[in-house]
């Protein structure tokens, strides 16, 4: 417990020391601007602010490639601003930023918390599966599979099904 508390006031005072210098030099990092438009995005009790409901208002869509590479951060922030308008691509197999704090889990979550789109009940979420690829010959897609078929079924927490598989659509090729 006093190991963990004298750590604890160690950390506490760098942060502090290094936001009063941030900003007595009026610099701030990527991580600040996050920070930052949370803390204009919600309230206290953590309920949408008056700003995140005007941006709101301003959209009829929220776009978002790469979605498998978001943080929880980033997605507080969409959904500050978007208003069940939220339109996520995002592939697990290419999540690669996990040493900037990506959460492919995210993706994958809302991935399997929408009914597929050909059973999809208006007003509600829903998801469509792109594996087929039209560019890659059947070489490249079975060693694609292959080598995700193996990294996802030893990795934990990232959530890996048949339907992630690439599918060979190339015409014309064999």
Do not use: W
């Not at 999540?95 to 929408?114: D, G, K, L, V």
């Amino acid at each position: 417990g006093r190991i963990c508390n004298s750590v604890y006031k160690v950390l506490k005072t760098f942060e502090n020391e290094f936001e009063r210098r941030k900003k007595s030099h009026s610099v701030c990092d990527f991580n600040d601007i996050e920070r930052y438009a949370l803390k204009i995005l919600y309230n206290d009790d953590g309920t949408p602010s008056s700003v995140a409901m005007e941006l709101r208002g301003r959209y009829d869509e929220v776009y978002i490639d790469e979605y498998q590479d978001t943080n929880s951060v980033q997605d507080s922030i969409f959904s500050a601003i978007s208003n069940h308008n939220r339109f996520m691509v995002g592939d697990i197999k290419q999540s690669i930023y996990r040493f900037r704090s990506a959460e492919p889990e995210i993706f994958a979550h809302y991935r399997n918390s929408f009914t597929p789109i050909d059973s999809h009940i208006f007003g509600k979420g829903a998801s469509l599966f792109m594996s087929n690829n039209f560019r890659s010959d059947r070489g490249v897609i079975d060693f694609a599979n292959l080598v995700s078929d193996y990294t996802f079924m030893h990795s934990k927490g990232i959530p890996y099904s048949a339907e992630d598989k690439l599918i060979y659509s190339k015409t014309g090729a064999d």
